[in-house]
């Protein structure tokens, strides 16, 4: 709630100052079929802003373009996503974990979250989603690790990798990449740029385009069971001030960390 309430002050603040806040790009999971109704009304409320992320450097005078991305390529999109966005026409990106086609989420095992048991699509599945018009497939690594926390050699082998397999199953570019739990560091964003990669996307709760983040796309989680004001908030970017206070909270754990380290 009280996150709730200091979005609501700030999306008030923002409309008097008519600031204006880019596109504003959503990332989804799981939408399974007691969430489509729900996520139906959420595609309904923001299908006339809806932007592809091929455009987005065209909308980001939009004062109000909304993005919508799904990570892990959950197999129920095919049923509770899919026919809805087609029918709106809202343009979606989905990231796969290229070696997890078909299975549950490995990432996910013994975790008790409750997309443990859903199954991932499998490459059939992936190439045929392929043929959606409004439908764009990014690389979400080869096994969802925390890119951030791995050497660079198996940052390198975890960005290739994913690429070439779905270059070689859609026969198109892979040109996006979805960061795992969102996890990075500078290197990072570096190999993937220099391996083609267009467009990096991380979790950071920050509008595109950013003068914190110019090398990547913030994107805010969410999720069909979001209160209607908090969905309507967070498409309106009136959650842009959590992207600097969790920073600042970021950098002050890692300099304590290093301060202990030291010691």
């Known amino acids: 709630m009280a996150y709730l309430f200091v979005a609501l002050l700030n999306f008030i603040l923002r409309r008097m100052l008519s600031r204006e806040d880019g596109v504003v790009v959503l990332c989804y999971h799981s939408v399974t079929s ?3 109704s729900s996520f139906e009304r959420q595609m309904h409320h923001i299908s006339e802003r809806s932007v592809d992320l091929d455009r987005i450097d065209e ?3 939009c004062k109000s373009g909304v993005a919508v991305t799904f990570d892990d390529a959950f197999e129920c999109l095919l049923d509770n996503v899919i026919p809805v966005t087609r029918d709106l026409q809202v343009p979606i990106a989905i990231f796969a974990v290229t070696g997890n086609f078909g299975q549950l989420p490995a990432w996910l ?8 048991d859903l199954p991932t699509m499998t490459a059939d599945q992936m190439r045929q989603l392929a043929g959606e018009p409004q439908c764009t497939i990014g690389s979400h690594t080869v096994s969802h ?4 926390d791995l050497p660079a050699a198996e940052v390198e082998s975890e960005l290739l990798a994913s690429k070439n397999t779905i270059q070689g199953l859609l026969g198109v570019p892979c040109y996006y990449l979805a960061l795992p739990h969102g996890s990075y560091r500078a290197e990072v964003i570096d190999l993937a740029l220099r391996h083609g990669y267009r467009r990096v996307l991380t979790l950071d709760e920050i509008a595109y385009p950013s003068r914190w983040l110019p090398a990547t796309v913030g994107r805010f989680s969410v999720s069909p069971d979001m209160w209607m004001i908090e969905f309507a908030l967070t498409v309106r970017g009136a959650y842009s001030w959590l992207y600097p206070w969790r920073s600042w909270i970021r950098r002050r754990r890692q300099m304590f960390a290093s301060v202990r380290h030291a010691g």
């Open 109 to 116: 095992a013994g975790s008790g979250h409750r997309d443990a």
């Open 34 to 36: 007691q969430q489509r």
């Open 59 to 61: 909308m980001v005078d």
């Open 145 to 148: 690790r925390r890119l951030g």
